[in-house]
Structures are given as structure tokens and as C-alpha cells.
């Protein structure tokens, strides 16, 4: 049974791992993950600041989400799976989660920057695309997938 629960500050490492281990597990190239390493750093401090809340599987933490902004729209801004446990129905426990929790919290939406090897998930969970980020890597456009979900319906 997964159980959910708020991180803890103590639990900011350990969910650096998750953050790093599940992006590398799309196989990107090492500088890539070495760029993105900052984004994917929680620190104590971030936890403190926002909604952060871990899956925890027989006593082991195997993936987090987190909240950011405030009301009406908050963004989806973590949400990650120790790659091991990928498609055993954790994100989905988590990504419904969120959604509650937002609603909780009085947001109408919940906006997230999809990896776009996850956008297919989000979408499968009910969230639209509204838009793309764009920026530049190695020299070539790399288009982010930006997504919606209303939470009025």
C-alpha cells in the first residue's frame, strides 16, 4: 500500500536522488543532467516554502510531488518516481493527490512544464496542452509541453 505523507526536511536528499535518477532514466546525456541539476535540487528550505508530499512503499520513499504559487492557479512543479517504480501506478497515486491538494488549497487550476516524455501520462490524467516552452540546448530547440488542468469541472 503506498501511503502519502508531507517531506519532511530530512527527506531533501533523498528526493534529489528520486529527481535525478527518474530524469536520467529517459536517457538523456550526462551534461544535460548536469545542467538540469539545480532545477532538480530540493532543498530543505524548498520544502519549507511549499507543497511537497512523498510516496512512501514498504517504509522507502519512491517518489514526490510538489506545489508552487498561489490560488487560483498553482503549477505542478515536481513530480517524479524512483525509476524502479515506474508504472506501478505511484505517479498516478501522486498526480491525484496534487489534484486534490490544490483544490484543497482553493486553486481552479493546475498548471504543469511537462518532460515531454511524460506528457502522455499527464494527458492520460486529464491535463490539456495550452502551449510549449521553447529554449535552447546544444545548440537546438528543445520544446517543453505546457499543460492545464482545470479543476472547476
Known amino acids: 500500500m503506498i501511503e502519502i505523507k508531507p517531506a519532511r526536511v530530512e527527506d531533501a536528499p533523498r528526493l534529489t536522488a528520486i529527481a535525478m535518477a527518474a530524469k ?67 505517479g498516478k497515486v501522486l498526480y491525484t493527490d496534487a489534484v486534490k491538494r490544490a483544490v484543497e488549497l482553493g486553486a481552479q487550476e493546475l498548471q504543469i512544464e511537462s518532460d515531454p516524455h511524460a506528457e502522455g501520462f499527464y494527458l492520460h490524467m486529464g491535463a490539456r496542452r495550452i502551449g510549449e516552452y521553447v529554449y535552447e540546448l546544444d545548440g537546438e530547440p528543445r520544446v517543453l509541453p505546457k499543460l492545464l488542468v482545470s479543476l472547476l469541472e
Request: proline share 9%; glycine share 8%; charged share 15%.
Open 24 to 90: 536520467a532514466h529517459w536517457g538523456y546525456p550526462k551534461h544535460w543532467l548536469e545542467r538540469w541539476e539545480p532545477s532538480l535540487t530540493i532543498y530543505p528550505e524548498y520544502i519549507r516554502a511549499n507543497q511537497v508530499v512523498t510516496a512512501i512503499l514498504n517504509q522507502s520513499l519512491v517518489g514526490f510531488y510538489s506545489l508552487i504559487g498561489t490560488p487560483p492557479r498553482l503549477e505542478l512543479d515536481q513530480l517524479w518516481v524512483y525509476p524502479s517504480f515506474i508504472g506501478k501506478g505511484i
